[in-house]
């Protein structure tokens, strides 16, 4: 694991992996900033509405639509993590914004049918054991009418300049395949959300780009698929290290480039 880089796999947070989390959620803000917007746009909120962020871990996401609902609306945060929801009660303890947040199950969330006027997913059915069945609890507890927004990667699209292309499918291979339990949601989202018994589906492909190699291996986790595509005999560990060289050679020329593409998805309730 790189310096910084979080679990991957979400429910070991809480066995020390919660700071690393909330400085991996934190720099999320930044990077997709214009995604994050998009798909909140898409849950048309106003004053007085009631929404849900399903997986919201330190609550950056959840405090945004909290403003957006104001006082006289209701924004609950659920998450796996008891160290990330403890992290979101405490900073937002003082803002006086109508926020609630408490640990739950994206398979099966504690609240009534028809309880919200939106639900909000943001990365995290990528890493659910069942992302069907969050899609429907999220449909079942927004009422007729009400909107879901959801944002998911595409971990297959992930690629870098300047290198063996060989290798760079390798990375991409275990990234996808093995190191997130669903490296290719993004793409599902429309039949997803259809299936549960959504309308006005819609599914648009957003992309991010990079031009430092730390970053990228920050948000993207390349050395450490790049190890496991090694452990996994797939490449040598001599081809590991020419490929990491020509990415540093690339970066310290100026000329690194990496990219990757997600989906940003709305749908409203029948």
Known sequence: MSDGEPRTHWPNVDSGGADAAARYLDTMMRVLAAQKQQSTELLRLKPGMSVIEIG?????DAEVLAKLVGPTGRVVGIDASEELISQAIERTASLGLPLRFQVD??????FRDNDFDAARVDRVLQHLDDPAQAIREMARVVRSGGRIAAIEPD???MTVAG?????????VRYKADINVTHGTIGRELRRLLVEAGCVEVTAEQGSITFGQLAATDFVLGLRRSLAGAVAERWIT???AAVWWAGLEEQDNGGKFFAAMSG???GATVR
């Open 56 to 60: 919201c871990g330190n609550g950056r």
């Open 163 to 171: 290198v063996d292309n060989d290798v760079t499918r390798s990375v």
């Open 155 to 157: 971990w297959q699209t």
């Open 237 to 239: 560990a001599k081809q």
């Open 105 to 110: 199950d994206a398979h099966a969330l504690a």
């Open 263 to 265: 989906i940003i998805a």
